[in-house]
């Protein structure tokens, strides 16, 4: 089984990819975003650094990935907390013309080479429960995260998944407190069971 949590930032993506590795004695495979070198400059120069932060998000994510497919590396059940299409999701708000035409390039032929998950829960929340999730985590490098940067983010993970053509569970973050209400925890990991199952039997 291959799994994936995936949403916009600060939605709960890393909790619940956690959860959901312990319930499937899962290997659990962490997107690495603090060591990429250019995020914090990203996000106060965001003009200079998108490309840099994009180019490494993307071989680094795809180096990660691509040991799904080698033999023995996994050997059982993996949980990510990331898609690698997130990647051109975040590349088509940051990158403009000369620049998102080769990071194009780049993407299009490492995307083919990965396995596709058996199914993407897509965590999603408004506006302002993102910023509320942000500053509870205290990430010091995105403190001066913008309202409207979170807005248009949230809208082009909404249009992605509306087309998403494999088996995919679009979950309300904020009605689900999966962190602090135990109760709250089961009733998704009910609805995750639930749908890996269905997909299971269409298969």
Known sequence: MYLVVEGPIGVGKTS???????RYGAELNLEIVEENPFLAHFYQQPDAYSFQVQVF??????KQLSALAQPGLFSGNVVSDYLFDKDFIFAAMNLKDAEFALYQDLYTHLSPRLPVPDLVVYLRADTDELLRRIEKRGRSFEHDMKAEYLADLTARYDDYFRTYPHPHLIIDAAGYDFVERPEDEQ???TRIDEALNAGRAAD
Do not use: E, M, N
């Open 187 to 189: 009733a998704l990991l």
């Open 16 to 22: 619940l990819a956690g959860r959901l590795a312990r």
């Open 57 to 62: 998000f993307l071989l680094s994510r795809f």
